[in-house]
């Protein structure tokens, strides 16, 4: 590559005159680098200033040196290239430019070279403004443009940045302009003037401070401009007061009220005024301005200090004069403030006076108090009547005060005599008004017995004043017959003994008598038993109750009496009180045995009987005397008995021993003083047992035999010998419980055999044989043996490598012998030798191709199988081998070699730098800030991962940049006027290794030109002032500008208006002239100068186009040229008649009527106004002044003209050519308001009112009449009603009425409907009348109340917390009352009820439903009381119903309560629940411990595996325990000891409980069970309840097995659904096998969580002998009723319990090992082939029917929520497993939709078996089941479904049941059916599952539908589906004889969709419904 400087290539002597011995002279040195350099002046210290190249051609060294070295630093880069940077920081106003001098020497010749450095400047210089401070001073009310200072700026900057420009922040009224013409300067450089916009004024405000901002312009350009610096002042304006402001008030405004009867000169009020002239201000006197405009200081009742402006009364004002009274209370003053005034000065008034109104009232003064008419007055009122009831007074009483207004308003209240509110009387009105007649009412109900007489007062309090007086009442209490007998308590018990005679007294608690408040005859009391009765009497006077019966008491037929007590007093009031009799009990019954004989039987040896023995007995008598106790009364030491009965056994019995049969005598004892007994007979059978198991002779040590034995070669036999000495139960068999699938035993003899080839190094070298010798006793007891076989080697095993593949690395820098890697075998062989070699080898290279080596540069050890390098790698050439090495047994009886794949990866060095491709030439724009990526290098590096770094070495004025992906960017602005059109980069490439490598390029960036110079302007006038009558087209001025661009467009400049001017000024674009383009009238504006700003922008033509901007002010001003104007033609206004002289009129608001005149000052100027021209105001009643005031011209007042008046005013302007103009103004003189309404009751009724509650909305109450002396509206009165009282706002319950017959006079009506118990028994309001004068009166208030009488219109109810209530009541407990429950209640007045039981139902999950007699036999109601009881002679039993709830309604009755009570008995019953007048009644009945007890199993087989770590959980009994009562702890316990088989187990086990049950049931290991510790061990397990005692007992067997014995599979059930079914396992393998089968585990499958896998053991009937899961896997395989039964439970297959082993035949056998081989196939292949003839033929010959083809869904199954995957569709039936050869074949999806097909989908849908007891299929009416049911004969889909075949029901059968069940049986596996069919209907159902079908009619359809519900309870799914055809589309409705159909509707339960499938002639076609 050729780097060049500066386009100049070195110079030097030509090598060829060194060749050819020619001298050189002494050359100077050159400097190669520019001759001038711009830097900016703010470059930091080290920034690169130029570069340079120094060169001798004679090869001398150089020495290089520069001036200035305090501000430049040279510094050598590199031989003879030397750079100049910063040393300290530059500024450019101190120095602009720098010579600097670079010297070079070669020691002989000396080369100076001067470069030019030029600073550019960098705006760091902050403008500043020469004369300060900025102050000045201006007089007000100078004209606008008036000059008031001149500011002046300068920047020490150059260029624009030196450039300044002014502004004023906020100017208010100032501007920056021209001096001379007052235009407006938009841009205002280097210095500027400020102007005044519009006159000041000194009042308003005497100081400005206006903010000065001066800015540089700091170069702008179009597109950027460089940050501007600023500096601000603040410039300070003081403006000077003149003479033009008149006074002005303050504290305004100016109103105030003062009493009557004050003394002359009296001080009311100060009016205080300043002079508005602030610097010159003068002293100011103060007036009253008379009607006639005369300055005064005495008017009327007032005078007013000149000097002080204080306002003092003249005379004495007193409001009860007849002056005041005519005039009224407020005065209405102008008061004037003039300033004080030299004698000789001539002022205008209009500017040194003010004036200002004033209101002065006077207020009346209180001077009397509320005067009663008498000072005690007497009143009567009954006790007992309801609140709100008047009081009778002997005269009425009045109270009175007639102050005036407030002064005479004062409150009314009721008071005890200590002066405290008032608790039995209220008093109205409340509130009076001058006058009032005082009602009195009752607040509480008096009773007369407790107060005869209540004194009180009532006081008068003056609302303003609180001035007091009182009156006093004395209220007499009339007496009444109010108070009924009360007995002292309301329920009373007493007791009597059963054998009582007639006579006996009742002993009761407490005394029942009933007293009576009232005196006289009310006081005397007559006691009855109320609703009669045989047995009880009671004394009318004294209340003893006795007996009045002989012997007619016996408490087992009834236990308790409940009496109603009545008390009546002389008044024929009453009161009842409840007696309840309590029948004590005498011990007069004996126990009752449910039975005389018992029978039973036991098992001998055992503690649990054949069937749980019960012994009932029960006693009618109660407590003690019915306390039952049971006894044994022989067999003591056996037997014993519990309370409740059950007969459990303490110590087993043996049949050898005791006789067969027992006679045991029992006896059951009462408790009674003295005690009654019975006894009876227990016959108990005791069974005999066999319990002996055979026992091994010997024990034989380990033994040995050679992995090659023949089978059938002997390898042991065992012995054993019975204890029992009959037959069966000492015939012994012998078994293999774990054969590993090689052995096998004679039953017989014992002889063991080898059945299997055996293999050292497979999967046992060991095996343990476990031999079983059992009996065949019933149960079947057995023994078992342990052998070890121990299987001796043969060298036959190939060699075995550690890996499947071998991978290694190594570097390519490598040495030779360097170790890649071992590759490692194995041989399991004892004398194996293993040797290793390289057998193929392949190279590769990076990209995967083949390379071709001479030879590979690796090799590997024979004995060791390490890989070493041979020679040198390079991983350009070959990046990868792969190696074929070789394994080999040289030991090995035969060849036993093996190979592995071998890969050794070469890794990478770095020995290649990068490689860049060449780069054209390169262009950016100037200006531009983001060019994005101008190029992207192309490198590449033959080494591997290189990471290339990009930099750049050569980068002018660091404008460029580069990324490491190589893309060069453009990051700084780049200006083509300092750079020039081209720049130089060069660009280094490194790999970015440890040992990087680098490569470089050059590139040159062509710098393109863009237009960047905005337009200036050089002449622009910034206000141009013109008169409104300019004519358009006229010039008003001419702007110019220049361009700095050269380029034409880019210079070339157009002018606009760009906005303002409001469309009246236009401007040439070329010439710049500004004319006028439409009228200038400003009239439009309403301003006297319109200012009309307008922006001109100046252009050039360049892209983009540059423009600038400066605004223009056109001023117009005005001519005169418009008349006043009013703002209408006519006004209206209207006055009061007590208006006084000289009070202005105001018209539309205002006091000043206006007139304009849109010219502006001096032509429109001030207008005039005058007044009147001749009209109706012919009395001169109204004047105006020249500022259009209109005032009251008549004095004093208007009083006596009320009416219409029209004035005419005149406006007049002031302009050089008066214009005037007119309009009419109408006053309406109005009547004055001054008379107070009045109210009062029409027809001379009360203010009380009552009415009954129910009154309809709308009901009259009272009728009010209201009168006022006024006329017109202030006669009209409004009735309202009065609020803002607590509790007296009747707006919300009445309604006010106008009369239209009568215009004042008011209806009050009933607004709501009444209801005293839940709104309100009294309403109590107030109303006043108001007129509708201005201002309004109002009268006093009129106090009203209305009494709600009540009716009885509520029925009763119960409240909420009552309407639900539960009691409990214990199962034994009879008789008893459950409780009372009156609670109901009643809004009315009355509280009479009546109570019956109306319903009752069943609670939740309680029982069976509920009767009426059920409920009349257990339970009853006292109608009035309300007491429910149970039944004396009913018991409760929760067990059978656990809860009552019964339904009780409460009734009252307007007449004889009782009577309608006793007929509630007919009500109708409802189970129902309760409303608001019932409520329930939750009756628990209380569980009592009376049931022992239940196991699940009489016997439980368990297992425990031999090696597994103790403790182990074996079985929780909780779980397999029942006990009918609720709550109940069930605690467990062993039973009898352990019973040990064989007997020495317990020796081995070696402590006492190796099986633990804990109290919570749960059975676990106390020990770890080895491998000598072989047997079963028995006990027995008690469940106790508590606290009853009541026990159960059921047998646990648990067997010693090994994990050989566990039988593990998985069935499609979860695992809850398991474990409630599993008994149906163990009935499965004890119905078809006689197999015992014990549980070990359940356990979920987590993969599918509806499967579940099952551990069980399986032992033989009547034997212990295990059997291997291997045995119990080809039971159930060989046992067909077995298998058939597995898989209808759900069995789906086991976890691989059989260990298959597969065995390498060697080549080098013995010909006749392969012959015996090859007989034993050939015998197991003939028997096969045998079997399968034999049933086929059976199968034939029992089937004789032909599988018709079947017909998959047709629809799209994605719609149904699953999918069917092709590949799972049969092709044809013919390849189903189990299907029956030559049958039709199947078309898996054809396009009809029939009931095969969704079947088979069905099943595509889910893998698990389908059991036939879980599936069903029903159909509704309108399908053809003779032509359907033929193609309804295919159920059978795949080997999953073989076994589930639904059977055909042919047309015969169907046709011969259409009304009853039909019963067949399948032909092909037996299986029940039903079907069913509907009388006289087309229903038809079929259920494989043999239950009973529900073969009602169906509800009627209108479409021709097929309903087919096909659940499969197996999987929890149920598929709804429809096969339809619209009875619209009858065309295909035959095409139902081939059981197909035109839609299909499917709804899917698993994903709750619902889809539409019809078939069309395209097709099907699915869509969601």
């Known amino acids: 590559m050729i780097h060049s400087l500066n386009g100049k290539m070195y110079k ?101 070279k001067d470069v030019r450095i030029r600073l550019n400047d960098v705006n760091d210089y902050v403008p500043v403004i020469q004369n300060l401070p900025l102050k000045a001073k201006v007089k007000e009310n100078l004209p606008a443009g008036t000059f008031i200072i001149k500011i002046v700026a300068e920047d020490e900057d150059m260029g624009y940045n030196a450039a300044t420009e002014i502004f004023l922040d906020e100017p208010g009224p100032f501007y920056l302009g021209d001096p001379e013409t007052g235009e407006i300067i938009e841009h205002n450089y280097d210095e500027a003037n400020v102007l005044l916009r519009s006159p000041l004024d000194f009042e308003q405000q005497s100081l400005y401070l206006v903010k000065v901002t001066v800015k540089d312009v700091a170069g702008c350009t179009a597109s950027d401009c460089e940050p501007s610096l600023t500096t601000t002042q603040t410039l300070t304006i003081n403006v000077e007061d003149e003479q033009d402001t008149p006074p002005y008030f303050t504290g305004l405004p100016y109103i105030k009220g003062t009493e009557e009867n004050l003394p002359v000169g009296s001080p009311i009020l100060r009016v205080t005024a300043f002079d508005g002239d602030k610097s010159s201000a003068k002293d100011i006197e103060y007036y009253f301005l008379s009607t006639d405009g005369e300055l005064v200081n005495e008017i009327e009742f007032f005078a007013i200090s000149q000097l002080t402006g204080v306002i003092t009364n003249s005379k004495v004002i007193d409001t009860d004069s007849d002056e005041l009274k005519s005039h009224g209370s407020i005065y209405s003053l102008t008061v004037v403030a003039k300033e004080e005034q030299e004698s000789s000065e001539a002022v205008d008034s209009a500017l040194s006076q003010s004036t200002t109104p004033v209101s002065i009232s006077i207020f009346d003064l209180n001077d009397q108090k509320p005067t009663f008419n008498a000072n005690h007055t007497l009143g009567s009122v009954g006790e007992e009547l309801p609140v709100g009831s008047l009081v009778t007074l002997e005269s009425p009483l009045k109270v009175a005060d007639y102050d005036q207004g407030v002064n005479g308003t004062f409150s009314l209240r009721a008071l005890s005599m200590d002066g405290n509110e008032s608790a039995w009387f209220s008093v109205s009105p409340v509130t009076v008004i001058n006058e009032a007649t005082i009602s009195i009412a009752t607040k509480q109900a008096a009773d007369y017995e ?27 209490i009339n007496d009444n017959n109010d108070n009924a007998p009360e007995f002292g308590e309301q329920l009373y018990r007493g007791w009597i003994y059963e054998n009582s005679n007639r006579g006996a007294v009742v002993n009761i608690s407490a005394v029942l008598k009933a007293t009576d408040k009232d005196s006289r005859g009310f006081s005397t009391i007559t006691y009855s038993i109320s609703g009669g009765n045989d047995i009880f009497e009671i004394n009318s006077t004294s209340g003893v109750v006795s007996t009045k019966c002989e012997n007619c008491l016996d408490r087992e037929t009834k236990s308790t009496f409940h009496l109603n007590i009545l008390a009546a007093d002389g008044g024929g009031l009453t009161d009842s009180a409840q007696l309840i009799i309590s029948v004590m009990d005498v011990n007069d019954n004996r126990p009752k045995l449910s039975s005389a004989v018992f029978d039973g039987s036991v098992d001998e040896g055992s503690l649990v009987f054949t069937s749980p023995i019960t012994v009932q007995a029960s006693d009618e008598d109660e407590g003690r005397n019915g306390e039952i106790s049971l006894s044994m009364l022989n067999y003591t030491d056996n037997l014993a008995i519990l309370s409740n009965g059950t007969v459990y056994i303490t110590s087993p019995f043996d049949a050898e021993v005791s006789p067969k049969t027992l006679h045991v005598g029992i006896l059951a004892s009462d408790n009674g003083v003295p005690a009654q007994t019975s006894t009876a007979t227990l016959r108990l059978q005791v069974n005999d047992l066999n319990d002996n198991k055979p026992r091994f002779t010997h024990t034989p040590l380990p033994l040995r035999i050679a992995e090659n034995s023949d089978i059938g070669t002997t390898v042991y036999t065992v012995t054993a010998t019975d204890g029992d000495i009959t037959s069966p139960n000492n015939l012994i068999v012998y078994s293999l419980s774990n054969n590993f699938g090689r052995f096998s035993i004679d039953t017989a003899t014992g002889e063991i055999k080898l059945t299997a080839l055996l293999d050292k190094e497979g999967e046992f070298d060991e095996y343990t044989l476990i031999i079983l010798a059992s009996d065949q006793g019933q149960p079947s007891k057995a023994s078992q043996q342990t052998i070890v076989v121990m299987v001796t080697d043969v060298n036959d095993e190939l060699p075995k490598f550690q890996q499947q593949k071998f991978q290694f690395s190594v570097s390519e820098e490598a040495t030779v012998g360097r170790v890649i890697g071992t590759v490692q075998a194995v041989d399991r062989d ?23 080596l001479a030879s590979i540069p690796v090799t590997i050890s024979r004995d060791q199988g390490t890989i070493t390098t041979t020679s040198s790698l390079d991983r350009e050439t070959a990046a990868k081998f792969l190696l074929k090495v070789s394994a080999k047994d040289i030991n090995g009886l035969t060849q036993q070699l093996v190979t592995v794949d071998v890969e050794i990866t070469i890794l990478d060095v770095n020995d290649n730098p990068p490689i860049i491709e060449p780069v054209g030439m390169l262009e950016v724009t100037e200006n531009s800030t983001d060019a994005g990526v101008i190029t992207r290098l192309v490198v590449s590096d033959h080494d591997q991962g290189s990471q290339l770094e990009f930099s750049l070495t050569v980068n002018p004025h660091n404008a460029f940049a580069i990324n490491n992906l190589g893309e060069l960017r453009l990051i700084d602005i780049v200006d083509r006027e300092v750079v020039g059109n081209w720049l130089n980069l060069t660009v280094l490439v490194r790999d970015g290794k440890n040992n990087a490598l680098s490569s470089s390029i050059d590139i040159a960036v062509h710098v393109k030109d863009i237009n960047d110079k905005a337009p200036r302007f050089t002449r622009f006038v910034q206000v141009v002032s013109v008169q409104e009558d300019v004519p358009v087209d006229s010039v008003l001025t001419t702007v110019a500008a220049t361009d700095a661009d050269s380029d034409f467009l880019n210079k070339q400049i157009e002018f606009r208006i760009k906005s303002g001017g409001d469309g009246k000024i236009s401007i040439d674009s070329s010439k710049g002239t500004v004319s006028v383009a439409e009228s200038l009238d400003v009239d439009i504006y309403k301003v006297a100068n319109k200012v009309l700003p307008l922006t001109i922008e100046a252009c050039d033509l360049g892209l983009p186009k540059l423009c600038t901007n400066r605004v223009m002010a056109i001023n117009i001003t005005d001519v005169n040229d418009n008349k006043p104007t009013f703002s209408a033609d006519v006004y209206s206004t209207k006055i009061s008649e007590i208006a006084k002289k000289g009070d202005k009129v105001a018209v539309e608001g205002n006091y000043q009527i206006e007139a304009v005149d849109i010219d502006s000052t001096p032509n429109g100027g001030e207008v005039i106004y005058t007044c009147c021209e001749p009209s109706n105001d012919t009395l001169n009643l109204f004047t105006v002044n020249a500022k259009g005031e209109v005032t009251v011209a008549r004095d004093p007042d208007l009083l006596g003209h009320v009416g219409v008046y029209s004035l005419t005013i005149t406006a007049q302007n002031s302009g050089g050519a008066k214009e005037t103009g007119s309009a009419k103004v109408v006053v309406n003189v109005e009547d004055f308001n001054d008379n107070t309404p009045v109210l009062r009751v029409l027809n001379n009724r009360s203010t009380t009112v009552h009415r009954p509650e129910n009154s309809p909305q709308g009901t009259t109450l009272i009728s009010i009449q209201a009168t006022d002396k006024d006329e017109g509206d202030n ?70 109340t209305v009494n709600v009488d009540d009716v009885n219109d509520n029925r009763p109810f119960f409240p909420v917390d009552k309407q639900e209530v539960e009691v409990t009541v214990r199962e034994e407990q009879v008789g008893i009352a459950v409780g009372t429950f009156n609670y109901a209640q009643d809004l009315d007045e009355r509280q009479l009820f009546c109570y019956s039981i109306i319903g009752a139902r069943g609670a939740k999950g309680s029982g069976h439903a509920i009767s009426e007699s059920l409920i009349r036999d257990l339970f009853s109601i006292n109608k009035m009381t309300a007491e429910i009881k149970v039944a004396s002679d009913k018991k409760l039993d929760r067990e059978s119903q656990a809860a009552y709830v019964l339904v009780v309604q409460a009734d009252d009755s307007d007449e004889n309560i009782y009577s ?106 106390e020990i770890t069970f080895d491998e000598e510790m072989q047997g079963t061990l028995e006990f027995t397990a008690n469940a106790t309840s508590s606290p009853s005692g009541l026990t159960s007992q059921t047998n ?42 014990g549980i070990i585990n359940l356990e979920a499958n987590t993969e599918k969580n509806y499967h579940t896998r099952v551990q069980l053991f399986v032992v033989p009937n009547n034997t212990d002998n295990l059997l291997t899961s291997a045995d119990i896997e080809l039971f159930v395989q060989e046992n067909a009723d077995l298998s058939d039964s597995l898989y209808k439970y759900g069995y789906i297959g086991t976890d691989d319990v059989i260990n298959a082993s597969s065995t ?119 399908w053809d089941k003779d032509a359907s049911m033929n193609n309804f004969d295919w159920a059978k889909t795949n080997g999953a479904f073989d076994r589930h075949k639904f059977y055909r029901q042919s047309r015969e059968s169907h046709r011969s049941s259409n009304s009853h069940d039909d019963n067949a049986i399948d032909p092909l596996n037996g299986a029940e059916t039903r079907s069913c069919s509907s009388a006289g209907s087309n229903d038809w159902r079929l259920d494989l599952r043999g239950n009973n079908l529900d073969c009602s009619p169906p509800p009627p359809i209108t479409e021709d539908v097929i309903q087919l519900t096909f659940n499969d309870h197996h999987n929890k799914l149920n598929y709804d589906s429809k096969f339809v055809d619209s009875q619209s589309d009858n065309s295909n409705s035959t095409n139902k004889e081939d059981g197909h159909f035109n839609r299909l509707i499917m709804s899917d339960s698993v994903y709750g969709k619902i889809y539409e499938t019809r078939r069309t002639a395209n097709g099907l076609e699915t869509t969601e419904v």
């Open 1704 to 1822: 390498d035949e060697e080549e080098t056998k013995s010909s006749n090992r392969v012959i015996i081989i090859a007989i034993v196939v050939a015998v197991v292949l003939l028997v096969v082939m045998l079997t399968v003839l034999i049933l086929c033929y059976v199968m034939r010959s029992r089937y004789q029917r032909k599988l018709k083809a079947a017909h998959a869904m047709a629809f799209d199954t994605h719609t149904l929520g699953f999918e069917i995957d092709q590949a799972d569709i049969p092709p044809s039936i013919n390849n189903i497993p189990g299907s029956i050869k030559n049958s039709t074949p199947v078309s898996p999806l054809d396009d009809k939709l029939s009931v095969t097909s969704l079947l088979y989908a069905h099943h595509m849908h889910h893998e698990t078996v389908h059991d036939p007891n879980c599936l069903s299929l029903s159909a509704n009416q309108g």
């Open 830 to 852: 004892l004398n194996s030798q293993l040797e290793f070699s390289i057998s193929q080898s392949t190279a590769y290279d990076s990209d995967g191709n083949t390379v071709n």
């Open 1596 to 1637: 646990i067997k648990v067997y010693i097995i090994d994990p050989e014995n566990v039988y593990t599979f998985t069935v499609a059930k979860t695992l809850s659904e398991t474990q409630t079914s599993v008994s149906e396992i163990e009935k499965i393998f004890s119905s078809h096998a006689s197999l015992n089968v």
């Open 450 to 476: 407790t107060t005869s007489s209540i004194p009180f007062k009532i006081e008068a309090k003056e609302q303003k004043s609180g001035a007091v007086t009182y009156t006093y009442v004395t209220v007499n």
């Open 1460 to 1565: 309608d009570c006793k007929a509630q008995q007919n009500i109708p019953w409802t189970d129902r629940r309760a409303g608001d007048d019932e409520m329930e009644i939750t009756i628990l009945v209380g569980d009592v411990d009376d049931n022992a007890p239940v196991f699940s199993h009489s016997r439980f087989n368990l297992a425990v595996i031999r090696g597994v770590a103790s403790p182990v959980s074996l079985i929780n009994l909780q779980e397999y325990v029942t006990d009918a009562d609720e709550g109940q702890d069930i605690e467990f316990s062993r039973g009898r000891q352990f019973l040990y088989t064989p007997a020495k187990l317990s020796k081995i086990l070696g402590v006492s409980e190796p099986i633990k049950i804990y109290a919570n049931g749960n059975i676990q290991t």
């Open 1275 to 1344: 006669s009209i009165v409004d009735l309202n009603f009065v609020k803002g009282v607590p509790g007296m706002d009747g707006s919300r319950y009445f309604l006010i009425e106008r009369s239209q017959s009568q215009h004042n006079t008011f209806i009050i009506k009933q607004n709501i409907l009444f209801d005293r118990e839940s709104k309100a028994k009294q309403y109590r309001f107030e109303v006043e009348g108001t007129d509708r004068g201005v201002p309004a009166r109002t009268s006093s208030r009129l106090a009203i």
């Open 12 to 112: 030097g002597c030509s090598l060829l005159l060194l060749f050819i011995s020619i001298g050189c002279a002494n050359e100077w040195p050159e400097y190669d680098g520019p001759s001038s350099v711009t830097i900016s002046e703010d470059e930091p210290i080290g920034a690169l200033v130029f570069n340079f190249i120094v060169d001798d051609s004679d090869g001398d060294p150089l020495t290089v040196t520069i001036n200035h070295d305090k501000k430049f630093l040279l510094t050598e880069v590199s031989s003879n290239n030397y750079k100049v940077t910063l040393k300290e920081k530059l500024d450019r106003e101190t120095t602009s430019r720098y010579n600097l001098q670079v010297t070079i020497s070669d020691g002989t010749s000396t080369t100076s």
